[in-house]
């Protein structure tokens, strides 16, 4: 999602960038290392590489805007949106990696404190309207048990991030409630690229306004 992929468009954080820009009247520098398929633990291992991009660009970024962990859920994506976990069976389904994302959410954190060795920086982390494809695609594909259990496990996913994010004193940005809320009947299937799965322009630019809404705690 934060590589741009599907939209054709400017990528939200470097919309995100220029908006803060303007609003802050500072020049901002911004480096997208947003990749395809990155899972939490994957963001987790290159932070705690002193050698990686990240963890360099980290040691001196002021800003960081984290979107991560659908991917840690790929395995189960079929069971999900089949509808084989409902319900409560939704955490069951997922319980091991939804223990290893809230560590690794709370580790991530911890390693770009670390890298910024007490500096003030913002850290802003977001949650998903859906783990898994929503919209005109979903329910093309998926039945009416999946889709909801799709929904299910968005809402436990969310809460793992936002609780990991609030016991490190990080705000968390709440995705969801803007793409509901800018739709009709709550249909996102607008702001979706054709994969149904990633955003397109319209939603880049809804991430992107988000995220400025919040302003910059822990820096301004």
């Known amino acids: ?16 960038a220029h908006a803060a820009s303007a609003r802050y009247d500072v020049p901002i520098t911004m480096h997208n290392l947003g990749q395809g398929g990155l899972t939490s633990g994957q963001l987790l291992s290159r ?34 949106t089949q509808g084989a976990c409902l319900g409560a069976g939704v955490k069951v389904c997922t319980e091991d990696e939804l223990r ?7 580790d991530i954190i911890a390693t770009i404190r670390q890298r910024r060795q007490g500096l003030p920086t913002a850290i802003l982390i977001t949650g998903y309207w859906n783990v898994f494809e929503d919209g005109d695609v979903a329910r093309a594909s998926f039945p ?4 909801r259990a799709s929904k299910d496990l968005t809402a436990v996913v969310n809460l ?6 609030s016991a490190a004193g990080i705000d968390y940005v709440d995705l969801s409630g803007p793409f509901t809320r800018q739709t009709p009947s709550s249909d996102v ?8 799965d990633h955003p397109n322009a319209a939603g880049h630019a809804l991430i992107a306004r988000t995220l400025l809404s919040e302003g910059l705690p822990g820096l301004a």
């Open 144 to 147: 009416k048990a999946g889709l």
């Open 189 to 196: 299937t607008t702001l979706l690229a054709p994969d149904g």
């Open 100 to 106: 290893q994302l809230s560590s690794n959410v709370a």
């Open 1 to 16: 999602m934060t590589s741009g992929y599907g939209c054709g468009c400017s990528a939200f954080p470097d919309q995100y």
């Open 47 to 80: 932070l705690s590489d002193s050698e990686s991009a990240e963890s360099q660009l980290v040691s001196s970024a002021d800003i960081d805007l984290i979107t991560i962990g659908a991917n840690d859920f790929a395995d189960q994506h079929e069971a999900i």
């Open 160 to 165: 793992a991030i936002q609780s990991a994010a």
